[in-house]
């Protein structure tokens, strides 16, 4: 089977190396997953050139996110059918033709999904539930800000907030992408780069400014963020798009009352009380309105450093998808 290799670090370009090796046999407790379809997230760019959270141990199979049809089972493995789609949240391995999971790194989607959706849900839709809810509390009515709105997690992110009836206040960098934010519900939107954004997204919320913000672009923008936080707003720090440092003055938070919160899917996936809130509604959320992954663009596997490019250089819009 074909697999890519991140082999150094480096620019995606530099760093992917396309392989030939045998198809892998399941262990116990794992299944043997023919991949269909990887999600691409933000996340594994950044792994390839050695900028994520965790560090990087090269030579690796880029793909944390995937979906395909079982082929085999491993010793022990139960509760899973021989030809299921299954969406896999494995950290890396999905760049290939074949790969093994452990059952753990199994999520469940409806099967209704076609492979490219189901590649496409788990990390955005998990992670835009967790700011919205368990860590952004977001309620009924409440106004939030969704930056980087057409990406696969805005998209997410504007949908599920649709479920809860939360309002949503959209921004993105191009008018063609707050045409989608707009489709899919948003009730304002935004263009990043509008000189009067703080005071228009605080107009939006009516003059206060909005009490959840899921901050992704982070740097710079981060410091806005404060000032277009309602008093006692809750900013969700998800990602730091932007890759620049950033410093908060303490200050700013305390006299507003503001709570800064960090979230991490990796490890809300083994949080009990992450995994309670997700048992106890996230899937009733799915059930309402139109809850679906709307896939970005899909390229083959020989074009993943293509694909990643265009992911860092923001000129995707939706889950970037690679068929290998
Ligand atoms: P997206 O599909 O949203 O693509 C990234 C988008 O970020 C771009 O399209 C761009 O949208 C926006 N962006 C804004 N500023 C910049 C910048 N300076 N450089 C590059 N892009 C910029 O990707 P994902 O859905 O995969 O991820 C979105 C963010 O959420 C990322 O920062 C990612 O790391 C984070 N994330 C974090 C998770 C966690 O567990 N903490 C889990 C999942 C995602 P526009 O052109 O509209 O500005």
């Known amino acids: 089977m074909k697999h890519l290799l991140a082999v150094r670090q480096g620019l995606p370009a530099e760093a ?6 045998p198809v892998p046999q399941p262990g116990p407790g794992e299944v043997l997953v023919r991949v269909e379809a990887v999600g691409v997230n933000y996340a594994d760019v950044l792994s390839v050139m050695n900028e994520y959270l965790t560090p990087a141990h090269y030579p690796f199979v880029p793909g944390m996110e995937f979906a395909g049809y079982v082929t085999e089972l491993g010793a022990g493995v139960s509760g899973v059918k021989l030809g299921q789609l299954v969406a896999c949240l494995a950290g890396q391995g999905g760049l290939a033709g074949y790969a093994t999971v452990p059952v753990q790194a199994l999520v469940p989607v409806p099967q209704t999904y076609t492979p490219v959706q189901a590649a496409a849900f788990g990390v955005s839709y998990l992670t835009a539930f967790h700011g919205l809810r368990t860590l ?13 709105a057409a990406g696969a997690l805005g998209r997410a992110s504007i949908q599920l907030a649709g479920a809860l009836d939360m309002r949503v206040v959209a921004m993105a960098s191009t008018e063609e992408k707050l045409a989608v934010a707009r489709e899919l519900g948003a ?10 954004r703080v005071q228009k997204v605080r107009e939006a919320a009516g003059g206060l400014g909005v009490p959840l913000i899921l901050e992704v672009v982070g740097g710079q923008r981060l410091a806005e963020s404060l000032r277009m936080a309602a008093p006692r707003g809750r900013i969700i720090l ?35 009380q992450a995994q309670a809130q997700t048992a106890a509604e996230f899937g009733r959320l799915l059930d309402k309105g139109r809850i679906a992954p709307q896939p970005g663009p899909s390229y083959a596997l020989l074009d993943t450093a293509q694909a990643f490019s265009d992911l860092l250089d923001r000129r995707t819009s939706g889950k970037v998808i690679i068929e290998p």
Request: aromatic share 4%; hydrophobic share 40%; glycine share 8%.
């Open 238 to 272: 998800i990602g730091n798009a932007s890759r620049e440092e950033v410093r908060v003055n303490p200050v700013d938070l305390m006299k507003r009352n503001l709570t800064l919160t960090g979230l991490w899917l990796t490890t809300l996936l083994t949080d009990p």
């Open 16 to 21: 992917l190396e396309l392989h030939e090796s």
């Open 187 to 196: 009730d304002v939107t935004l263009l990043q780069d509008d000189p009067e």
């Open 136 to 148: 952004g509390r977001g309620q009924a009515g409440e106004w939030v800000l969704v930056q980087a």
